[in-house]
């Protein structure tokens, strides 16, 4: 919380454009800081509007108490009055005017948006005061803290903006890696089933050659015994011609 010593009207000018809530402005007597009761008026009333504080010694008004606070409220009811009767007044000249067709529109005050961006991040800085950049791109503080607020809510557009679109972009990285893995997928149930399908028929061939082992040592062991066979066979006979021989 900051308390803010306005000697003067500028002081308290510039008190008020760097008030924030729970500040206090202190001056001296209303005389050395506005010109007229409006002015306090409009003053205290954007004052309780950022939830800050003002005291007066000369006057004796402290919005921290009790009375200064029903100052406020009386203060709040005339600012809306005030407002209300120069809307009206307003809205009276304006259709008089489009009656006579010289209303056009208020022009919007022209501004270097480089100039404005190089001298408002000055002040974010603290290299220089609100009033001293108002002054420097010759803007009032209503207009200046509009202009600001315009700027902030356009960063936050252009912000919202790349969120948008890194989420856009996170999701469709989402669902080309879903597309991808559900390809894996497929791929590797693809290969699986030629990996089965090998395994099968390599099992297979095992059991050709096994069966053809087998029949290969059926077919020796027949060999040998017909060759055994047809051995005793000749040797029966070659005993047999002897024999014959012999007799003869």
């Known amino acids: ?15 008020l454009a760097q008030l924030q809530a729970g500040d206090c402005i202190e001056a001296e007597s209303l005389a050395a800081i506005v010109r007229n009761a409006r002015e306090f008026v409009a003053a205290l009333t954007e004052i309780a509007d950022k939830a800050a504080q003002f005291a007066s010694q000369a006057e004796g008004i402290d919005t921290r108490e009790a009375q200064g606070a029903a100052v406020v409220s009386l203060c709040r009811s005339l600012d809306a009055l005030e407002k209300a009767d120069r809307r009206d007044k307003q809205r009276e000249g304006i259709e008089r005017a489009k009656g006579e067709g010289k209303y056009l529109g208020r022009k919007p005050i022209a501004v270097d948006d ?13 290299e220089m005061s609100a009033r001293e950049a108002m002054a420097e791109l010759k803007l009032k503080p209503n207009t200046f803290y509009r202009r600001i607020k315009q700027r902030e809510e356009q960063k936050m557009n252009e912000h919202r903006k790349v969120a948008h679109e890194i989420r856009a972009e996170i999701k469709e990285a989402a669902r080309q890696s879903r597309r991808d893995l559900d390809e894996l997928r497929k791929q590797v149930k693809a290969e699986a089933r030629e990996v089965k399908k090998a395994a099968s028929e390599t099992l ?14 059926r077919a020796e062991n027949e060999h040998e015994e017909a060759v055994r066979q047809m051995k005793r066979e000749v040797e029966a006979e070659t005993k047999e011609f002897k024999q014959v021989l012999e007799e003869k």
């Open 114 to 126: 480089t100039l404005f961006e190089a001298v408002v991040q000055r002040w974010e800085q603290g």
């Open 204 to 217: 297979e061939l095992h059991d050709v050659e096994r069966e053809l082992r087998r029949e290969r040592r």
């Open 1 to 15: 919380m900051a308390v803010f010593h306005a000697g003067d009207r500028e002081a308290f000018s510039e008190a």
